[in-house]
């Protein structure tokens, strides 16, 4: 996985990428703002979901469904629900690449 | 009131819409009539301070009353002051999809919403399902979740999957994230990674979908409450239904409502909008130009990735 920021450009997929600065969103190709090509130093970005990114988000859909049958409105609510989701992934995310890198 | 449809006609809306436009815009107009008439209408106690409509259908979608918050009219004058303040016809546009979508879903309870207000405050409804937020969160739920308004969050989710690729990490950032300033910004402002920008942008997805599962499930197995999938169900619940109308009135309404909606459309564009939304375009094609100027010849024989 990137880290965010990074300009780093497949060749064969140019679109996964977030620029650095405030030129997100202005509508412009990354030659329009003045960013060279340049040979990749990471590799090219991941493109495709993984199967741990898929479960990730498969697992965190199932604890909310049955948190949420139990605790309803304390987190079935549009601002704790989604939060949950967003913790769930990050964490869980953190969590296997500590143990993968541990292993290591 | 539909629950889980407004999470999920944000994708949809964003996937089938031809022009650059900014998914969080979509999600917060679809969010937005809800936002804070939500809590009056169920009813809130924080120690000896409790705030709770006296009728809350009347409050909800009525005049006297926060009615107004499901009108065209309304996504159109917040549409407009965020255009004004931000110069972003990707927000405008947005905003007033979302806002306009969550009104016209709304439509298809008992009590359905005040489309052309101001012009009329007349209740546009196919009652497909029974409104009964006069009985409180749990009430309502049990409710909801057991009429096809069960089945609405469900055919939701149905339409947000047959466009399954709008949530793909490639899909998201190219396409999502450089339509939308906004995403740049809660990047640096809150440093967020880009595993944290894309649960976010998946989050009301799943959030959605969950929250339909979840609640049909409590309806069924904790709450039993008997499924009724009879239009105008669940047949158990104490729903709100509005007067008997003549069809002449239902008529007239409908015309100076449609009519005056249509005039000051016109007019919000010819007078004001217009003006914007040129300003925003000259604005952008100047930071094309100063991009340009700046362009750095490439290097011969790299393809191009534009």
Not at chain 2, 7 to 32: D, M, N, R
Not at chain 2, 225 to 253: C, E, H, I, M, T
């Amino acid at each position: 996985m990137l880290p965010t920021g990074n300009l780093v450009m497949s060749t064969t997929e140019p679109s996964c990428f977030v620029p650095p600065d405030n030129s997100v969103g202005s509508g412009l190709g990354p030659q329009q703002r003045g960013i060279v090509d340049r040979p990749s130093e990471t590799g090219p970005p991941q493109h495709q979901e993984t199967r741990q990114e898929i479960g990730i988000y498969v697992a965190a859909g199932i604890s909310l469904i049955l948190l949420g049958i139990v605790l309803r409105t304390a987190l079935l609510n549009w601002i704790v629900g989604p939060a949950f989701v967003v913790t769930f992934v990050v964490l869980a995310n953190r969590l296997l690449d500590r143990g993968r890198s541990a292993r290591r | 009131m539909s629950w889980a449809a407004h999470e999920l006609e944000s994708y949809f809306i964003q996937k089938h819409t031809k022009v650059s436009v900014s998914y969080l815009a979509i999600l917060i107009g679809c969010l937005l009539p809800d936002m804070l008439t939500k809590l009056p209408v169920y009813g809130i106690k924080i120690g000896s301070f409790a705030l709770k409509a006296d009728v809350p259908f009347q409050y909800h979608r009525g005049w006297p009353g926060a009615g107004f918050t499901h009108s065209l009219l309304f996504g159109l004058l917040v549409a407009a002051l965020v255009f004004r303040v931000t110069g972003s016809r990707e927000w405008f546009l947005g905003l007033l999809l979302g806002q306009w979508a969550h009104v016209l879903t709304d439509v298809f309870d008992s009590v359905g919403t005040m489309v052309f207000f101001p012009f009329t405050t007349q209740h546009y409804t196919t009652g497909m399902w029974a409104y009964a937020a006069q009985q409180g969160r749990y009430g309502d739920a049990a409710a909801y979740y057991s009429s096809l308004g069960g089945i609405w969050d469900f055919l939701w989710l149905a339409l947000a999957l047959t466009g399954f690729r709008v949530f793909s990490k490639s899909y998201f950032f190219s396409t999502v994230v450089p339509a939308d300033p906004a995403w740049g910004w809660l990047r640096r402002r809150f440093a967020l990674s880009e595993i944290a920008m894309l649960a976010l942008y998946r989050a009301f997805f799943v959030y959605g979908a969950c929250r339909a599962i979840s609640w049909f499930l409590w309806a069924r197995f904790v709450d039993h409450a008997p499924l009724d999938l009879r239009w105008g169900g669940p047949y158990w619940v104490d729903k709100v239904v509005l007067p008997a109308q003549s069809w002449q009135s239902y008529l007239g309404n409908t015309v100076v409502g449609a009519t005056g909606f249509a005039i000051t459309c016109y007019l919000a564009w010819r007078f004001v909008l217009r003006r914007w939304w040129r300003a925003a375009g000259e604005r952008r094609l100047g930071i094309a130009g100063v991009a340009k100027a700046v362009d750095v010849p490439r290097p011969s024989g790299n393809p191009g990735h534009d």
